[in-house]
C-alpha cells in the first residue's frame, strides 16, 4: 500500500514473533519465520538492540525482548540513568561557564530538578536537586515545554502564576516563546521566575531526537546577558555543547 513504510513493519513482526514465546530466537530462525533473507534480519535486529527493544545474550547469540519496549508505558527514560550519563557534562559545563548547572525533566506540570552542580565560586549556595520548578517561567522548563505538546497545552490551560513583571502571562506569548525556542534550539529566561537573575538552557535528547530532559546554566543577568538583556553567546555555546554530548551518550548503546 501507498504510504507504507516496509521496515516498520518488519520490525514489528520482529518484535510480535518474539513476545509470542518464552524462547529466546536466532537470528536464523528469526529469519525463516517472517520469510526474511538472514542479512535483512540481522539488520532489523541490531537496529532494535541498539534502541533497546531486543536483547542478545553474549553467550548464546539468541534475541529477546529488551528493556526499552518496558519504558514506552513509563515515559522513556528513567531519570537515573539520563544524571548517571550526564554527571560529567555537568561539571564540565559548571566549569567552562562558571554558573551553577541544572538538569531537568517533566514532572507532573513542574520541572523537576534531577541533577544540580554548585557555581565553582566557592560561594554559599544551596542544593536544588529534587525541587520543582515552573516551566513556563525558567529556560530549563520552556525548552521541555517547547518539544512536548501534551504537556505544553497542559501548563497554558492552567494558571501562568506571574513571579516578576516579565513572567510569560498568556497563552498566545508562551506558544511564542515556544516556537523561538524550537526554532533556534536553546531557550532563555531573563527575570521570569527572580528579578536580576536569568538562564540558558537546551534540550537533551535520546534516540531517534526524542526530547527526555533539558541541561541549563542559571546566574545574575550581568554575567549570562549583555546590557540588552541578549545571552552571552559563549555562554549559549558551552550550553548547546554539553546538551549535544549527553544527547550523543544517551543515543548510542547502554552500557
Known amino acids: 500500500m501507498p ?17 509470542a514465546g518464552p524462547d529466546r530466537l536466532r537470528v536464523k530462525e528469526i529469519a525463516d519465520s ?3 533473507a538472514k542479512s535483512t534480519a540481522h539488520s532489523i535486529l541490531r537496529t532494535l538492540e541498539h534502541i533497546g527493544f531486543v536483547e542478545q545474550d553474549p553467550r548464546t547469540t539468541r534475541y529477546r525482548l529488551g528493556r526499552g519496549l518496558l ?6 527514560l528513567d531519570v537515573n540513568e539520563l544524571r548517571s550519563r550526564a554527571l560529567d557534562w ?4 559548571a566549569s567552562r561557564s ?14 523537576m530538578v534531577i541533577h544540580h ?10 542544593m536544588d536537586t529534587g525541587s520543582l520548578l515552573p516551566p513556563h517561567a525558567t529556560a530549563l522548563g520552556k525548552v521541555l515545554l517547547a518539544y512536548d505538546p501534551v504537556a505544553a497545552d497542559a501548563v497554558a490551560r492552567g494558571a501562568l502564576d506571574a513571579y516578576t513583571r516579565r513572567t510569560v502571562g498568556s497563552r498566545q506569548d508562551l506558544a511564542r516563546s515556544l516556537a523561538e525556542i524550537r526554532s533556534r534550539g536553546w531557550g532563555l529566561s531573563v527575570e521570569e521566575r527572580e ?20 541541561i541549563g546554566i542559571s546566574g545574575e543577568i ?9 545571552p552571552r553567546p559563549a555562554l549559549v555555546e558551552h550550553v548547546c555543547d554539553a546538551a549535544r554530548a549527553i544527547s550523543r551518550d544517551l543515543a548510542g548503546p547502554r552500557p
Open 195 to 214: 528579578a536580576g537573575r536569568a538562564g540558558i538552557a537546551a534540550p537533551v535528547r535520546t534516540t531517534g531526537g526524542l526530547v527526555v530532559g533539558a
Open 3 to 19: 504510504g507504507l513504510i516496509q521496515s516498520i513493519e518488519r520490525s514489528s513482526a520482529v518484535l510480535r514473533l518474539l513476545a
Open 98 to 111: 562558571g554558573e551553577a548547572v541544572r538538569i531537568g525533566t517533566l514532572h507532573d506540570g513542574s520541572v
Open 222 to 230: 550581568e554575567r549570562l546577558c549583555d546590557t540588552r538583556g541578549r
Open 117 to 126: 552542580v554548585f557555581r565553582p565560586d566557592d560561594s554559599a549556595q544551596s
Open 90 to 93: 555537568a561539571d564540565s559545563l
Open 71 to 76: 519504558e514506552l508505558g513509563t515515559g522513556g
Open 34 to 36: 517472517l520469510g526474511l
